[in-house]
């Protein structure tokens, strides 16, 4: 029987065992299929609208109301009004409301004397989005009420809109958006969050995968059944596994960027190389760690954590170049970082093979990796001398 011939026996004893195990199916196409729903439907008003804003009115004049009004109005925020401070505060420690918005009393007044009144701002920083779109709303909403104060005050000294704009406002400032014009958070999370999930699952059903010939005591017959090479049992089962992954890459592909249009400068194809090289990446790195820790438990707990961390170290969230010297170094050991660098090229720049070809390299070079604990794996197979719980 030629080796060949012994992958294809491994690929179908694999086969069976997925068929048989409903986990494999849950832990893979299931939960993808979750994950694609939740955040998807989660983001799909693109940007968070109608935060809750608590606003303190203690001045009463029209120039107050007429700020409440206009904060209302925006599409980010809802004015909740209150009495007072300490119910608004308490609103806010409890999570009801986003931030807190104090008028003065006598708010009108200062500004008619030129006494430059202060308006108090409250943020609760503990939800990252909601308090830094509430702060962002709320500086708008001043700035306008700032602008239109100075407005006023120049059209009584004879100034015409021209003019004024010039004092108002001295330097106008022209924004470009890139790849995201409309600030969709859908676009800005999603397509980096989905196959960051799916590399989770790579690596960790994969773990399972290996793990479970030793969980099992089935790891002699599955050398047995490859004619004793390790090389073969794996091959066998990557080729089965690749082909269950590369189906659900190239249908998440498919689903951002051909059926809900998200933004793709360059070429989409390019995009499902992308996506199978860093399956690819995964599964090596799979292989990896239970070489290391050849223990089902420990193995897929490590497996965890190193997943969980290539969301931080990817850099979509905050920059990498932000990130202290020998965080950065260490971020080039994650097969989504250089999956969120190829799609900044294609996707957001179209720069081609030109802008992602150094990406390529380095996650063919995870390819390599297995390579180190082959023997050692191969041993635990043989031996089955480690703990299987």
């Known amino acids: 029987m030629d080796n060949w011939q012994r992958i294809l026996q491994v690929a179908r004893r694999e086969h069976r065992i997925i068929r048989n195990r409903p986990l494999y199916f849950m832990g893979s196409v299931g939960v993808i299929v979750f994950c694609a729903i939740f955040f998807l439907t989660f983001l799909h008003g693109g940007l968070p609208h109608d935060i ?212 793709m400068k360059g070429i989409v194809f390019n995009m499902y190389i992308a996506m199978f090289l860093m399956i690819l990446a995964s599964e090596a790195l799979a292989i990896f760690i239970i070489e290391m820790l050849p223990v089902p438990r420990l193995a897929l707990s490590i497996g965890a954590l190193y997943s969980v961390l290539g969301f931080s170290l990817s850099g979509f969230t905050l920059p990498i170049e932000a990130m202290p010297p020998y965080i950065q170094g260490l971020a080039a050991a994650f097969p989504l970082r250089h999956y969120y660098l190829f799609y900044v090229q294609e996707a957001i720049f179209g720069a081609g093979f030109a802008g992602w070809w150094k990406e390529v390299i380095w996650l063919l070079c995870f390819l390599f990796v297995p390579l180190l604990g082959l023997k050692r794996l191969k041993n635990a197979y043989i031996h089955q001398n480690f703990p299987k719980e």
């Open 52 to 263: 809750p804003i608590g606003l303190v009115d203690e001045d009463y004049s029209t120039t107050s109301r007429n700020f409440c009004q206009q904060l209302d109005a925006t599409q980010l925020g809802e004015v909740i009004h209150y009495d007072s401070f300490a119910a608004a505060r308490e609103d806010m420690i409890s999570g009801k409301i986003s931030a807190v918005c104090v008028i003065p009393e006598g708010m009108n007044e200062d500004i008619q004397a030129f006494r430059q009144p202060k308006i108090t701002f409250y943020i609760n920083g503990l939800y990252f989005v909601s308090g830094a779109l509430a702060w962002k709303d709320l500086l708008t909403m001043v700035n306008l009420t700032n602008g239109a104060v100075q407005r006023q005050v120049f059209r009584a000294k004879g100034y015409n809109d021209d003019q004024i704009m010039g004092l108002i406002r001295p330097i106008d400032i022209d924004t470009h958006q890139i790849g995201n014009v409309t600030t969709n958070y859908n676009y800005y999370l999603t397509g980096i969050l989905l196959p960051g999930i799916l590399e989770m699952i790579v690596i960790l059903v994969f773990i399972y995968s290996l793990g479970a010939e030793l969980k099992f005591s089935t790891s002699r017959h599955l050398l047995e059944t490859s004619g004793n090479s390790i090389v073969t049992a794996l091959s066998g089962k990557l080729m089965v596994w690749t082909l269950i992954f590369s189906v659900i890459g190239f249908a998440l592909i498919m689903l951002l960027y051909h059926w809900l249009h998200f933004p």
